[in-house]
């Protein structure tokens, strides 16, 4: 568990190596597996973080333009609070 932790977060101290070539691939394809892991993962929360921000934008701009549509129309203020 030790090695696959080191070896999955790239930090790879080096006091466990393969000894031969079979161990030599397992370390390969262990080390490809957590590139791609962290590569889905972090592109993953990135577009979660970037989708709620564009939804966040998108709400504060219809925030805005409700309001100014309030203070043009001279809207009730009791039917303002009704539709925000």
Known sequence: MYWALQTLT???YGNFGQGNLYEL???LL???F???YYTFLIGSVTSMI???LE???SLNYKLKVLEDFYKE???DDE???KIR
């Open 10 to 12: 790239t930090v790879g």
């Open 25 to 27: 691939n397992i370390n």
């Open 30 to 32: 262990w080390m490809f």
């Open 34 to 36: 957590g590139v791609g």
């Open 50 to 52: 970037s989708a709620e």
């Open 55 to 57: 939804n966040t934008e």
């Open 73 to 75: 129309s001279g809207m």
């Open 79 to 81: 039917l303002m609070n």
